[in-house]
Structures are given as C-alpha cells and as structure tokens.
C-alpha cells in the first residue's frame, strides 16, 4: 500500500526566503504525486502533479516540485516566500492502477514573517 | 464551473445523535470520495464510489458511518450514533474515472460533538 511522509509539521520563513517542504513516499508501482494546498476553513486545493514525463513540475503561485525516483522523494519549493503562502500543505500519492485514490500526509503548516 | 457543494458546513452536535452531510460533485465526474480529516492531520479516507457503486469502504466505521450515491450524483454520509472522536471535518471529492487521481474538493463540513 502507499503511503507518504512529510517531513516537519511546522516550517518557518521570511517573507522572500527559500521554501523548501519536504515529502517522500512509498508506493509499489509508479506513483502519481500531488501537492495540495488548505488554506483556514477551506477545502483542498491543488498546486501541482506529477503523473508521467518531465520530472521537475511547476504549480500554481510559483510553486514547484521535482519527482526524484531514486530518493522516493517529491519535495514542494518556491524561491521566494510571500505572506499570502502562509497555509497547510498536503503531500498525497495515488497509484496509477484502476481505481486512483489519494493518500494523504500528516500535512506542513507554513508560516511566513515579515 | 460550479466545484464540489458541501452542506452543511458546520454542525454541533451531542454524542449519540445522528448527523447527515450531503455532497454534489462536480458535474460529469464519476468518482465521489469522503474523507475524514481530524484537526492536526491529514485526510484519511472514508470511502470511495463510482457512479453508486462503491469501490472502497475498507476504512468506513460500518457500525456508525454509513454513505450512499444514489444516482450517481449527490452523495449522503451520515454518522449514527456520533462519538466524541468523530469530530471533525469532512470532506467531499470528486474526480474523473480513469484518471490521474487529482481530486476536486469541497470545502468540507466541520462537525463538532460534544
């Protein structure tokens, strides 16, 4: 079965720093990989997906993630951090077989200072 | 595009009364997915249908938690009697059949039990 590991309940940045959110995952068969992201009293939203192909993915709000097989990882980056990314961040795997459902982690708080 | 309605979204409720959330999907996806998500966690699947059949309740606590898809459109999960424990939000997705996995969610129901 899969499942997904997400380094960090809480990350802190400054406003224009380096965002880094780490993800690694297990799945016996190629994965599909997926950041969300929650802002407060909201549902999920999605920023980015990995399925097939190039292994570096640009998301939504200059977010971007690269497929790294050898590592299991999916890690979620932005340059430079702004005040509005402040929110909980949901890496999820689904397997490329009939029926895709996602799996979630624990979930990333990230909160940015001015 | 009208996304994924989610009602109501927020309810109070003693232990041992029942609760009933309905969810209207996005139009035209077949698969319809609730999922539980506790405060400081991520969210953890409930159950997974196509069109009405379903396709995954390994994780429904059958004794209290019952869903249905009538029609394949709109979906009903009712809690009955409610626990202590099952505060907290819930959250309907919908996706196409043979996919990718990526998800439309709501914005969720936050059930509080006292």
């Known amino acids: 079965a899969q499942s997904v590991t997400q380094l960090g309940s809480h990350v802190s940045v400054s406003e224009g720093a380096l965002v880094l959110l780490r993800c690694n995952y297990s799945s016996s068969v190629p994965p599909y990989l997926f950041w969300y992201v929650q802002y407060p009293n909201q549902g999920l939203q999605l920023l980015l997906k990995y399925t097939t192909g190039a292994t570096l993915v640009k998301g939504i709000n200059g977010f971007e993630a690269e497929f790294k097989k050898s590592e299991t990882s999916f890690h979620l980056t932005k340059p430079s951090a702004h005040m509005s990314d402040a929110a909980e961040y949901f890496c999820a795997v689904s397997e490329n077989t009939g029926f895709q459902k996602l799996v979630f982690g624990t979930g990333t708080r990230l909160l940015v200072s001015p | 595009e009208a996304g994924v309605a989610q009602s109501p979204r927020y309810k109070i409720i003693e232990k041992r009364q029942s609760v009933a959330f309905w969810c209207n999907p996005i139009?035209?996806?077949?698969?319809l997915y609730w999922y539980q998500q506790i405060l400081g966690q991520g969210p953890k699947l409930l159950i997974q249908?196509?069109?009405?059949?379903?396709?995954?309740d390994s994780q429904l606590p059958k004794d209290r938690f019952s869903a249905e898809r009538l029609k394949g459109v709109d979906s009903t999960l009712k809690i009955q009697p409610a626990k202590l424990e099952d505060s907290a939000v819930y959250l309907c997705?919908?996706?196409?059949?043979?996919?990718?996995?990526?998800?439309?969610f709501g914005e969720g129901s936050r059930l509080t039990v006292l």
């Open positions: 139009s035209g996806h077949a698969t």
């Open positions: 997705a919908s996706g196409l059949a043979g996919g990718t996995g990526e998800l439309f």
């Open positions: 249908f196509q069109n009405n059949g379903v396709v995954d």
